[in-house]
């Protein structure tokens, strides 16, 4: 499954645009509609601007070549704050995925993820940079309802249980190494800092198995 274009809301799009345009180093346009586009490898993300007052903050992660994580840890500690992991440390091992990942803020407070997931072959030899962010690996998707959202989305859309799990029932993974959903129910606190998750709008395009689908959740405030 590919993860095309996530569309967030963020309550300073400026901000936005010097983290991911000059901290990071990826291409950002404002576009026509006013909202902030990223891009990232195969996907982009979009920022529209959030009702003043309001603190919307969502859950993705980024894939990076499988034998770079570490390079990728290096790059970014010299540009912005990671986070720890559990006990301090800096690497989140995911045995059962096949993967390991860190984690980070943005301006607006979202948690991001660098992910490298070993049965991807998109290994490289360059250095590591702003080109080798490959595209959207995971989207948070908050509900109420985990067990019915993932049957929803399943029959909506005949994307998969996840092969590797786990599928519980305030929590589950839905899609393929490539690009994932996370569900988690409203109030489970997000990996690496136990933040409660919470639902606010979002949109995002993919496709699985040739077929385009559409995801929005939460009202477009």
């Given at each position: 499954m590919q993860l095309q274009t996530l569309c967030l809301l963020a309550p300073d799009l400026p901000q936005q645009k010097h983290f991911y345009g000059e901290v990071l180093g990826l291409p950002t346009q404002l576009l026509p509609t006013e909202e902030l586009e990223v891009h990232l490898g195969f996907s982009r993300v979009v920022f529209r601007q959030a009702v003043p007052g309001t603190k919307p903050y969502y859950h993705f992660a980024l894939t990076v070549p499988h034998n770079q994580l570490q390079a990728a840890y290096g790059w970014l500690a010299a540009r912005t704050p990671l986070l720890p992991f559990l006990n301090g440390e800096p690497i989140a091992d995911f045995p059962n995925?096949?993967?390991?990942?860190?984690?980070?803020?943005?301006?607006?407070?979202?948690?991001?993820?660098?992910?490298?997931?070993?049965?991807?072959?998109?290994?490289?030899?360059?250095?590591?940079?702003?080109?080798?962010?490959?595209?959207?690996?995971?989207?948070?998707?908050?509900?109420?309802?985990?067990?019915?959202?993932?049957?929803?989305?399943?029959?909506?859309?005949?994307?998969?249980?996840?092969?590797?799990?786990?599928k519980l029932?305030?929590?589950?993974?839905?899609?393929?190494?490539?690009?994932?959903?996370?569900?988690?129910?409203?109030?489970?606190?997000?990996?690496?800092t136990g933040q409660p998750a919470e639902q606010h709008w979002l949109r995002l395009e993919g496709s699985h198995a040739g077929k385009s689908f559409t995801i929005e959740v939460g009202p477009n405030t």
């Open positions: 995925w096949q993967a390991q990942a860190f984690y980070f803020y943005d301006p607006a407070g979202n948690i991001l993820e660098c992910i490298a997931r070993f049965e991807l072959p998109n290994a490289t030899a360059e250095p590591f940079g702003p080109t080798h962010f490959l595209g959207l690996s995971e989207a948070g998707i908050v509900t109420d309802n985990v067990p019915r959202t993932g049957a929803t989305l399943a029959k909506t859309h005949g994307i998969p249980d996840f092969c590797r799990g786990p029932p305030n929590f589950a993974a839905m899609g393929t190494d490539e690009g994932l959903l996370i569900l988690t129910q409203e109030g489970r606190g997000w990996l690496p």
